[in-house]
């Protein structure tokens, strides 16, 4: 699950030429599915009957599926060809700093059940029992949903190189907890963790395969309890030497600044978290790793925005306040990395059309390039769950994109 890259036809070269073949056929199947063998041979520039020879080895693997014949304006009219993912699913999971979600996906990401939620424990053990007994409930609520592939969760935090050890989260106040081992003792089921916000770009790269152009240089940000940023270069996931890149979140924006969950100060997740913004619209300091107060405890992101369509000032301005910081952010990711895009997602986007000039705001007061600050922002609604696509792609990478497909 180390490459996700969107053309895969450059993959390592240490298989098989034919592992590889395999690989690029799902991979074109998974962006523009159904299409035809015709299609496909015409798209990798092969033979039919090689193209031919690929996909009924996928077929007899049970990755690929024949469906309804397609249309064409002359001849005999093609066998479509779809990825095969009956029978199969996954358990996405968003892991949150107070609550974490789940929710049965197909293997390309698609929602087979509602969304399940529960209480994240604070004690690891206690977490890894409560996620097994939820997950356990809600396959056994779904049995139509077929046999359980893997569990892919999205963690607020880093992770190490191999995916298994929280090196820090400081949503959950963790550092250097074996999470998976436990987890996958527990479930029965393998387990592919990931970090959210890079598991919310893995996710985007799979989506942007429907799409004729490719996605680009693009970076993911995350806003909630903290903030995560993953980043897409050249196709791949930013990673470097420790698995902990893209950590902008803890950029210090002002060492003066507000005391940050990681225990530094002045963090940018600082002034842009969703409890950040409830705090400033409360008139209270943040004291992270505290029980908040009453007030604080009782209001949401979401109640903040509504208050400010409601014509409150104090919530108007404590949301524009987020949103500058949030551009001066943003600045430093384009001054860092220049972007041919920046996905934003997390409920503060539910505000955008209120916020939207403020974010670009201070993109452009800190962005070195004047082009630059025009950096196009698409936000990813909180309707479609990003996070937890996000989980599910990491299952349908390891079915149609990890190294042991073939
Ligand atoms: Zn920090």
């Known amino acids: 699950m180390k ?52 996909v009924n080895d996928l077929i007899e693997k049970g990755l690929v599926r024949e469906g309804a014949a397609g249309e064409t304006s002359r001849g005999r009219k093609p066998t479509l060809l779809h990825l095969d993912s009956r029978g199969r699913c996954g358990v996405a999971v968003d892991v949150r700093a107070t609550r974490t979600f789940l929710m049965i996906t197909d293997l390309v990401g698609k929602p087979l059940s509602a969304v399940r939620t529960m209480a994240t424990e604070r004690e690891p053990r206690e977490f890894v029992a409560g996620l097994a007994r939820e997950t356990r409930q809600l396959l056994a609520d779904h049995p139509q949903a077929g046999r359980c592939h893997a569990v ?67 970076v993911f940000v995350t806003v909630s309890d903290g903030v995560g940023v993953g980043i897409v270069l050249g196709g791949e996931v930013l990673r470097g030497r420790h698995n902990v890149a893209g950590e902008f979140g803890h950029l210090p924006l002002n060492v003066e600044g507000p005391r940050c969950a990681c225990g530094a100060t002045g963090c940018w997740e600082a002034y842009v978290s969703n409890l950040a913004t409830v705090a400033r619209c409360a008139g209270q300091p943040l004291r992270p790793g505290q029980a908040p107060s009453s007030e604080l405890a009782a209001m949401t992101v979401g109640d903040v925005i509504a208050r ?52 670009r705001r201070g993109l452009a007061e800190r962005a070195l390039a004047a082009t630059a600050a025009d950096t196009p922002i698409v936000v990813v609604a909180a309707e479609e769950q990003p ?13 149609f994109v990890a190294e042991d497909v073939a």
Not at 171 to 179: E, S
Not at 180 to 202: F, I, S, T
Not at 320 to 340: Q, R
Request: glycine share 10%; charged share 20%; hydrophobic share 50%.
């Open 387 to 399: 996070r937890l696509r996000g989980a599910a792609a990491l299952v349908g990478a390891q079915v």
């Open 152 to 218: 892919g969760i999205a963690f607020p935090g880093m992770l190490d190189r191999t995916g298994s050890v929280v090196v820090q989260a400081p949503a959950l106040g963790w550092r250097d907890v074996a999470l998976k081992a436990p987890l996958v003792a527990a479930l029965g089921l393998p387990v592919v963790m990931e970090n959210a916000a890079k598991a919310c770009a893995l996710a985007q790269i799979w989506d942007a395969r429907g799409h004729a152009a490719p996605p680009g240089d693009f």
């Open 3 to 54: 490459r996700l890259h969107p053309d895969l036809v450059d993959v390592a070269t240490r298989r098989t030429p034919g592992a590889i073949n395999r690989q690029v056929v799902l991979n074109l199947l998974r962006a523009g599915q159904p299409t035809s063998r015709a299609d496909l041979a015409r798209r990798l520039g092969m033979q039919r009957a090689a193209v031919g020879r690929i």
């Open 308 to 359: 400010a369509r409601g014509g409150d000032v104090r919530a108007a301005t404590a949301l524009n306040s987020t949103a500058h910081y949030l551009g001066l952010g943003l600045a430093s990711i384009v001054n860092t990395f220049d972007p041919a895009r920046i996905f934003i997602g997390g409920e503060i986007t539910a505000a955008w059309d209120l916020i939207e000039a403020h974010v």
